[in-house]
């Protein structure tokens, strides 16, 4: 349809000249700006040349470069931080002992916010179960060492600080060397002969020591050895149970509690290295997640009396590399499998297949808590939790007299049918202890529990 009454062939005309102008327009632009960027390139270089400054990077003071001002903007903004706070943290360097539940969000800010070196000291692999809350490692690092996974995932957060990598444990032989490289420590590990360690090590050497714990749904924070303050002897100079020592592998522990305390072990540590606010030195955070309360209460400061930081005190560098941890606490370092009982006692997973292959009357008891047992368990097992095993010992001798081979005399049951199984097989040769104690004279452990029946016997048996 035509418009205006104007001929096709002149429109079609018309358009293809200003087509060609709006291309000598654009080509003109694109020179013009080519020409102008020369320019400043040759005015700068010049300027230079001749020791112009107007033109350069101003020298700054505080020493920022421009790019770090531009990563570092929101934090140089808030005021009581400001240029100050950054430069110090530029300049500080960090150890985290741990790249677990509290390490994983702490070495994520402490790299994000800009300290200058950071140190990572971790033994152990990531694994599939560290997921839910280690959450600095990614599923591509499974069986991979966690101090790699973390240290590249800080890299790639800030190419610009240094990033140091110790793929071992920290141990009695080798935690004065490390620990005496940086200015603050922070204690992200899970068991009570390392807490002792980190922080005797850190009397030795006068470093600040950002503790953090969580287990289960709850979490506690406090810094030791700032200051004049506590060390972590001064208020736990003697170790607590061992019954009361859990890891969560144990016990449990929901992915997001480490990672509040882990997020709070930054924050102190960034205080500290950046000088800005006060650090929770001689108080001490407690978290709990199920009633969503965060209390500060204040604890006892230094002891005159502490062994280790008191006034007395003669412990020292040597005293610290011969000093052993694990006997001190009772608790291993690196949680293995117990040896309790005599080889008659047990037997392996493969020989319990054979006993069911040969429907041998017995009576499988898994000794593991209820709460274990719902996840997965046997077929046609017998739940009495260890610690419940003293007062339902009648349930185990009725089983056994079910089956037709047992007596409900204790005192009488021979017989060489029950089978006690846990997760790993340490808490089955406890009670295969006792249960022999109390007349089940061929009670037998099955050794490595429902991992070893997994690992050799039944590959979709799930663990955990
Ligand atoms: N002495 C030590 N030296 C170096 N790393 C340590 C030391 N003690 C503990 N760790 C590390 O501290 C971290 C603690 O984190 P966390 O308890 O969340 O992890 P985990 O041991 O993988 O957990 P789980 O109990 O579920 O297996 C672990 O990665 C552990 O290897
Ligand atoms: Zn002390």
């Known amino acids: 349809m035509m418009s205006n009454g104007g001929d096709s062939s002149e429109i079609v005309r018309e358009l293809e ?51 770090q001002i531009y990563r570092y903007s929101r934090q140089l903004l808030l005021p009581s931080f400001a240029v100050e706070g950054q430069s110090n943290l530029l300049k500080s360097s960090v150890l985290v002992i741990g790249a677990g539940g509290l390490g994983s969000p702490a070495l994520l800010y402490l790299a994000a916010c800009g300290v200058g070196q950071l140190g990572i000291i971790d033994h152990d692999v990531v694994e599939l179960n560290n997921m839910h809350r280690q959450i600095i490692h990614t599923e591509a690092f499974i069986g991979h060492p966690k101090v790699k996974s973390a240290a590249a995932a800080c890299r790639s957060i800030n190419s610009t600080i240094k990033v140091d990598e110790y793929v071992e444990a ?29 922080s005797d090590c850190c009397v030795l050497l006068g470093k600040p020591l950002v503790s953090g714990a969580a287990l289960g749904m709850e979490g506690q924070l406090t810094v030791y ?19 009361a020592c859990q890891r969560c592998s144990d016990s449990g522990v929901l992915g997001v509690v480490p990672g509040v305390i882990g997020c709070l072990q930054a924050l102190e540590t960034i205080k500290l290295a950046s000088l800005v606010g006060e650090p929770l030195s001689e108080r001490m955070l407690l978290f709990d997640a199920l009633s969503a309360r965060m209390r500060i209460v204040k604890i006892r400061g230094r002891s005159s009396q502490c062994t280790v930081c008191g006034d007395n005190s003669s412990f020292n560098k040597q005293t ?13 370092l690196f949680a ?13 997973s493969k020989e319990f297949k054979e006993i069911l292959q040969k429907k041998e009357q017995h009576v499988l008891l898994d000794v593991r808590p209820s709460h274990h047992y719902k996840i997965v368990s046997l077929p046609d097992s017998l739940n009495i939790p260890l610690a419940n095993l003293e007062t339902r010992l009648n349930e185990l ?25 846990c997760r790993r097989g340490n808490d089955s040769q406890r009670a295969v202890q006792y249960l022999r104690e109390s007349g089940f004279d061929s009670a037998k452990d099955i050794i490595g529990g429902l991992e070893a029946w997994a690992a050799n016997v039944n590959p979709n048996f799930p663990t955990y």
């Open 320 to 332: 610290f590399k011969d000093f052993d941890y694990e006997d001190f606490t009772q608790f291993p």
């Open 225 to 243: 050895n700032h200051n004049g303050g506590p060390c972590y002897r001064c208020l736990f100079p003697t170790p607590p149970p061992t019954s």
């Open 397 to 421: 001798t009725s089983a056994l007299k079910e089956k037709g081979n047992g007596h409900a005399n204790t005192e009488s049951c021979t017989n060489p049918s029950v089978f006690v199984v």
């Open 336 to 348: 293995g499998p117990l040896n309790l009982l005599p080889a008659e006692s047990r037997i392996s």
């Open 17 to 67: 000249e200003l087509k060609l102008k709006k291309a000598e327009i654009e080509h003109r632009i694109s020179t013009l700006e080519a020409k102008l960027q020369d320019t400043a390139a040759v005015e700068l270089y010049d300027a230079v040349s001749n020791g112009d400054s107007y033109l350069t990077a101003p020298e700054l003071e505080h020493g920022l470069s421009p790019d």
């Open 170 to 198: 920290l141990r009695t032989s080798n935690a004065l060397e490390i620990l005496s490289q940086y200015d603050i420590i922070v204690d992200a590990t899970d068991n009570p002969p390392s807490r002792y360690m980190i």
